[in-house]
C-alpha cells in the first residue's frame, strides 16, 4: 500500500505564494498519474492538476497562468507551486496518485493540507 504525507500549506495573503508537496511512500510500486485536488466548505473535491509519469500537465480553467505542477519520479514526489493566490483559492489541497503494485493498480490520497488566503 502507497502511503502519501503532505505539507506546505498555510495563510497567505492575497497574491502571494505557496509551495504544496507530496511524498510517496510503500515499497514495490510504480506511480503513474500524479495528481492535486481541492475542496472547499459545501463543495465537492475537484482536480486542481495532474501531471504523468512523463511529465504531461494539466490543469483546471481557474488555476491556469498561476499553478505549476512537478514531479521527481526518483523520490515519488509532486509539487505544487501557486502563485498569485486568491481567496477563492482558500480550501483543503489533495495529493492523489494511481499506483500499479503486483498485478494491480490502485490509488492513494493523502490526509489534505489547508491552504488559506486572505483578501
Known amino acids: 500500500q502507497v502511503q502519501l504525507v503532505e505539507s506546505g500549506g498555510g495563510l497567505v495573503q492575497a497574491g502571494g505564494s505557496l509551495r504544496l508537496s507530496c511524498a510517496a511512500s510503500?515499497?514495490?510500486?510504480?506511480?503513474?498519474?500524479m495528481n492535486w485536488y481541492r475542496q472547499a466548505p459545501g463543495d465537492q473535491r475537484d482536480l486542481v492538476a495532474g501531471i504523468t509519469r512523463g511529465g504531461s500537465a494539466n490543469y483546471a480553467d481557474s488555476v491556469k497562468g498561476r499553478f505549476t505542477i512537478s514531479r521527481d519520479n526518483a523520490k515519488n514526489a509532486v509539487s505544487l507551486q501557486m502563485n498569485s493566490l486568491k481567496p477563492e483559492d482558500t480550501a483543503v489541497y489533495y495529493c492523489h496518485v494511481d499506483y500499479t503494485m503486483g498485478w494491480g493498480t490502485y490509488d492513494a490520497w493523502g490526509l489534505g493540507t489547508q491552504v488559506t488566503v486572505s483578501s
Open positions: 510503500g515499497s514495490d510500486f510504480s506511480i503513474n498519474a
